[in-house]
């Protein structure tokens, strides 16, 4: 691999696309959304509109804020509110033909990018774990 | 930077020192790790013994997972348990002279890696967006 190879990358050959991708949809209850980050073990996941279009990112960390009370954690709130009360909604999105360097500089400050195509449908993530493992593979050679 | 001013880089130019990393004692009981957990909005932290040495890592999946009953999440649970029952401990560990390429590749599967000196006291952490961060910098010039 050269240096060229890697600016040159496709970040689609390293994408999860949409279909393994855990996520929720923007009415759920909070319930539902911690359940699912529990039993996928993952800290944080896309939220998805009924037409497949991302609307933001929820995670443990934000659901365990929103519940987290003066004196306990209150989790009787969870069933009362929905994903869109808690959710990000400003995250950086990566479009297909994003240049493997945009990539990178969006990743230093998420763990995972979302990728959208021109008519904004949800294609995958790009997880910081596929860049990092590129990049190994330019230094180790 | 060349490719040799990334390869020769020292890692301790980019850790988060000891000081500045929050994290929670192993005989701490689950409430108090969860709560420093939401306070500080990491997901994962490392567990450290009275002489200041790594002991594990705690994260807000392992708790969360220790707690998920069958029907519910058992929340009773977290003041009559203790970190050393959930904490991971089977972490990858990082010299304070081990080479970059080191550090990119064990990466790869860990958010952060925890670094130690010869003596095994905890130096600070390597968390993946100072990696990026630096590879950003290379790859841009
Ligand atoms: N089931 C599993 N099997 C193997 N390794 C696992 C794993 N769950 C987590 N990890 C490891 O832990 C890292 C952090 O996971 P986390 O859930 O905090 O953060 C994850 C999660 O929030 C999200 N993510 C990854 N894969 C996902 C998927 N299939 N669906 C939805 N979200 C995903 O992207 C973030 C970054 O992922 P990345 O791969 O860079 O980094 C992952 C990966 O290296
Ligand atoms: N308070 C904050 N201010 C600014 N950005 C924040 C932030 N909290 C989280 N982030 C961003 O979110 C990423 C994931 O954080 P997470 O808590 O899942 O995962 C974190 C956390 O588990 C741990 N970590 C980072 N800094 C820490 C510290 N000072 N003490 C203890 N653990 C730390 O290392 C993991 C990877 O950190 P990394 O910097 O690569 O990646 C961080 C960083 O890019």
Redesign the interface.
Known sequence: LT?ED??NKDIMDLIIPSDQVAHVQVDNPLEHA?LV??KT?Y?AIPVLDASYKLRGIVS??LI??FI?GIER?E?EKLSDHRVSEVMKTSMPILKTDDPF?EA??L???E?FLCVEDENHIFQGILP??A???F??HY??D
Chains 1, 2 share one sequence.
Do not use: Q
Request: a positive charge; proline letters at 0%; charged letters at 20%.
């Open positions: 240096i890697v600016l911690l980050l529990v073990g800290s443990k960390t365990l804020d987290l954690i989790f360097i990178v500089k990743s230093i400050n763990t910081r774990s860049l990092l493992k990049l190994n230094l180790r």
